[in-house]
């Protein structure tokens, strides 16, 4: 450009044109290979690409089905309202089998080959654990892990990992500040023997402690055998039991109290959220009546709250499909993702969406909010409690 000069008494007009035909010469200069990749560069794609990760496997099947139809149902919702700065959302679902080590092979194929630039709802605390420290080499975003426990207390750490769950604990003192209303001063523990029950077994113990109480027994529960562990559980005679289980060994758990019940003892139940889904609440039938759940997302019935409306108005739009607060949670990471990136000006690349997330502070869907930039206390801070009715219905 130094040897191309425009001499002074040339118009405008020729002086513009001059310019033009200067940088055409300069871009032809490297041949037209250089000219193809620089034409690719400059075109961006015309979806923003977005990976899921979830688990059909035994267990699990019904919760990673919900949180798939929920997270489907925005997406779409997400686009009918003009997308993300005018593109669309793309989402590519995978199901990890359930398999150890599988979600990180999942995650490292639509990282290489559908080029995602965040990854939704990888489940389960193994999964998770591995899946975050390798997200974090990477620079990807990863939204609303769920059933990660208490490895949201290692968000320092992870900081490409944005929770949105209400942390255990919290939950956990949500149920506890319950019974002292009650004045319930009888409560025990029920865990299961593994990395997780273990975990929500220590939210459960700080939570009571914080009322000036203690648990007056606990009691492990290791595979699925629930009649010793509620046998145990039965000598103390508690009020009420907290439930540090998940899915089948809820079931079992909740079966053996019925049978207890029906024995004459009762012991009313009360769990985290992520401790049974719906469908596996409602193979058991009366055996979950009465069971307390902390929740994390208003009420499924609330639909004045807008998040409500609008999760709902999208399975309606959906092909009516049942509401699930699994599939709740789905939809919320999808809003979530959505408002973030829509209010950022980084571009809808893997870099850009993982710094936008890290800045954009609070993000309010309406009768729900979480601040992305927390690192200290990730997640939000809403609870709830429902519980299980006499005919199987949720409760607020």
């Not at 871009?27 to 000219?35: D, I, K, S, W």
Request: aromatic residues 4%; charged residues 20%.
């Amino acid at each position: 450009m130094a040897n191309l000069r425009i001499h002074r008494g040339t118009s405008p007009a020729r002086a513009v044109l001059h310019r033009a035909v200067a940088w055409t010469l300069i871009l032809f200069a490297g041949g037209v290979g250089f000219e193809v990749g620089a034409l690719a560069q400059a075109v961006e794609p015309t979806d923003v690409v977005i990976g899921q990760i979830v688990s059909h496997a035994d267990g699990l099947a019904d919760v990673g089905r919900e949180i798939g139809q929920g997270t489907q149902a925005c997406v779409r919702a997400v686009n009918a309202t003009g997308g993300v700065r005018g593109r669309r959302l793309r989402l590519v679902s995978r199901d990890d089998g359930g398999e150890q080590g599988a979600a990180l092979a999942v995650s490292r194929e639509l990282l290489a080959r559908d080029e995602i630039v965040a990854l939704l709802t990888p489940m389960g605390r193994t999964v998770n654990a591995d899946l975050l420290p390798w997200a974090t080499q990477e620079g990807l975003a990863v939204v609303a892990p769920y059933g990660a426990g208490a490895l949201s207390s290692q968000a320092g750490v992870l900081p490409t990992t944005f929770f949105l769950r209400t942390h255990p604990s919290v939950e956990a003192l949500r149920l506890t500040t319950q019974l002292q209303t009650l004045g319930v001063d009888r409560a025990a523990i029920l865990y299961s023997d593994d990395l997780l029950g273990r975990e929500t077994l220590a939210a459960f113990e700080e939570a009571i402690a914080s009322t000036g109480a203690a648990a007056i027994a606990v009691v492990p529960l290791r595979g699925n055998r629930s009649a010793d562990a509620v046998a145990a559980l039965a000598k103390a005679s508690p009020q009420v039991v907290l439930l540090a289980t998940v899915g089948v060994q809820t079931q079992a758990v909740l079966r053996s109290l019925d049978d207890l019940a029906r024995g004459g003892q009762k012991i009313v139940p009360y769990a985290l959220s992520t401790a049974a889904s719906e469908a596996q609440l409602r193979a058991i039938g009366p055996a979950a009546r009465w069971l307390v759940v902390a929740q994390v997302l208003p009420s499924l019935q609330a639909t004045g709250i807008p998040v409500v409306k609008t999760y709902r108005s999208a399975l309606q739009q959906a092909g009516d499909l049942a509401p699930s607060y699994p599939g709740f949670e789905g939809c919320v990471a999808v809003l979530t993702l959505a408002k973030a990136l829509r209010s950022g000006t980084e571009p809808l690349t893997r870099q850009g969406v993982a710094k936008t997330l890290r800045r954009v502070g609070v993000v309010d869907l309406g009768g729900w909010s979480v601040d992305l930039a927390d690192r200290q206390r990730p997640g939000s801070r809403y609870t709830d409690i429902t519980l299980i009715g006499p005919d199987g219905t949720w409760l607020h």
